[in-house]
Nanobody, 122 residues
Framework: QVQLVESGGGLVQAGGSLRLSCAAS????????MGWFRQAPGKEREFVAA????????LYADSVKGRFTISRDNAKNTVYLKMNSLKPEDTAVYYC???????????????WGQGTQVTVSS
């Protein structure tokens, strides 16, 4: 069992930056791949980024590639999502999740946080 708690969301103007954090507790964090997903009002939850257990492999959705960076610190049991050049369409609740492998498939993630709201104003 892994417990995940996101933080770092907020209100930011378009073009600004935020860094989300996801703190994990429970079973060995370093054995899990981690992902970030987001869900905007009235839309389905979508993949944003993922990182392998060692941090050596990363995946990004095309919509965030070049603007967002996922990273992890296994010593701190934390995964991060640095978001630059934010756009109004990035507005959503952002969730972190844990899986056995880094993948874009939402069904592969077994553990989820409660989410943190990111709002980008134009």
């Amino acid at each position: 069992q892994v417990q995940l708690v996101e933080s770092g969301g907020g209100l930011v103007q378009a073009g600004g930056s935020l860094r989300l954090s996801c703190a994990a507790s429970g079973r060995a964090f370093s054995s899990y791949a981690m992902g970030w997903f987001r869900q905007a009002p009235g839309k389905e939850r979508e993949f944003v980024a993922a990182i392998g257990w060692s941090g050596g492999s990363t995946l990004y959705a095309d919509s965030v590639k070049g603007r967002f960076t996922i990273s992890r610190d296994n010593a701190k049991n934390t995964v991060y999502l640095k978001m630059n050049s934010l756009k109004p369409e990035d507005t959503a609740v952002y969730y972190c999740a844990a899986a056995n492998i880094a993948t874009i498939r939402i069904a592969s993630y077994d553990y989820w946080g409660q989410g943190t709201q990111v709002t980008v104003s134009s």
